[in-house]
């Protein structure tokens, strides 16, 4: 999980103020536009929550080197895509901005964290901690958006940052040991969020140029465990297809998430962001048999309801704004 939602632009919100889909003549196109949005999002939320076992299927290979080889064929994916769609001019341009480098080194530092901290968490049996961190990030969200960016919280949502305050606090002295799995992931997915949020960049160009600032780290890392003798790549045909695949599996949701963002209402996607954390949890408990005690089903109760009362709010919020018609 590595990305940021596109803002919707001007544009698009001057043109949901005209019209709603049902009074317009293209609103059955924009219905249709919505339902593809719909299944784009939870495609991209499903790749997400699928994550562990596909990281699984590596055991064996030190976390650092996954984080490496995604890194690298992920560059490798994004710079065909922007080969083949003529994007190296707006890269090009992007990269000349004045503020998207000091923003983009910072982002690609916090992803390549997340991501060490993810593959460590699910190859050393924590999958039910790394999706704690995930159910917490929107509400981490949420004080990130206070604090930095001077947001005012509604009543709703001071409750259920509570919430999730409390549950947090109970794992804390029930299984502080584990805790630092969960408020890792979600503080660097949630810096990550934020400051992608303030770049002046979109999702494509930001991630193809994370990957690029992040390659020749992931090169000398390569390189120094191959003289190390530690270098998993080419001890089979197996792995080393999936680790090739780890390229894709990273870039592709961004893909998706991307090309969702733009048919529909955000407040609608941010609900389908519950999909991955689930699955998570129950590949976790069901799949890979780790222990659910007591103290993760008080936290995962105030956290789960904290989401409740987040997520209700955020659908009446939306229901008081007039639809989105797409581009």
């Not at 901690?129 to 206070?146: K, M, R």
């Amino acid at each position: 999980m590595s990305t940021q939602p596109p803002q919707p632009g001007a544009a698009s919100r001057a043109g949901s103020q005209a019209a709603s889909p049902a009074a317009s003549p293209g609103g059955g196109q924009a219905a249709d536009s919505v339902r593809n949005g719909v299944l784009l999002g939870a495609s991209a939320y499903l790749i997400w929550g699928l994550l562990p076992l596909f990281l699984r299927l590596l055991a064996g290979v030190a976390p650092a080197q996954i984080v490496a080889h995604r890194v690298l064929w992920s560059l490798a994916l994004l710079a065909t895509i922007a080969l083949i769609g003529g994007r190296f001019g707006g890269l090009a341009a992007a990269v000349r901005r004045p503020r998207v480098l000091p923003f983009l080194c910072a982002t690609a530092t916090l992803i390549a964290i997340n991501w060490l901290i993810y593959a460590w968490a699910v190859l050393n049996h924590h999958v039910i901690e790394t999706s704690l961190g995930y159910f917490i990030n929107p509400l981490l969200s949420v004080v990130l958006g206070v604090v930095i960016l001077k947001e005012r919280l509604r009543p709703a949502q001071m409750v259920a940052v509570g919430a999730a305050a409390i549950g947090v606090a109970i794992m804390a002295v029930g299984q502080g040991a584990a805790l630092w799995i969960s408020l890792g992931l979600a503080l660097s997915f949630g810096g990550y969020g934020l400051l992608r949020k303030m770049a002046p960049v979109d999702a494509f160009d930001g991630l193809t140029i994370e990957s690029a600032l992040l390659a020749p780290f992931a090169v000398a890392l390569l390189l120094w465990a191959s003289q190390a003798g530690q270098n998993a790549w080419g001890e089979s045909m197996s792995r080393d297809m999936l680790l090739i695949a780890s390229g894709p599996i990273t870039a592709a949701p961004l893909i998706l998430f991307a090309a969702a963002a733009k048919r529909m209402r955000l407040a609608t996607l941010g609900l389908l962001q519950y999909i991955a954390p689930t699955l998570q949890f129950l590949q976790g408990w069901l799949l890979f048999g780790e222990r659910l005690t007591t103290t993760h089903l008080v936290t995962f109760g105030f956290i789960w309801l904290g989401l409740a009362l987040y997520a209700v709010d955020g659908v009446r919020t939306a229901r008081a704004v007039p639809p989105m018609m797409p581009d």
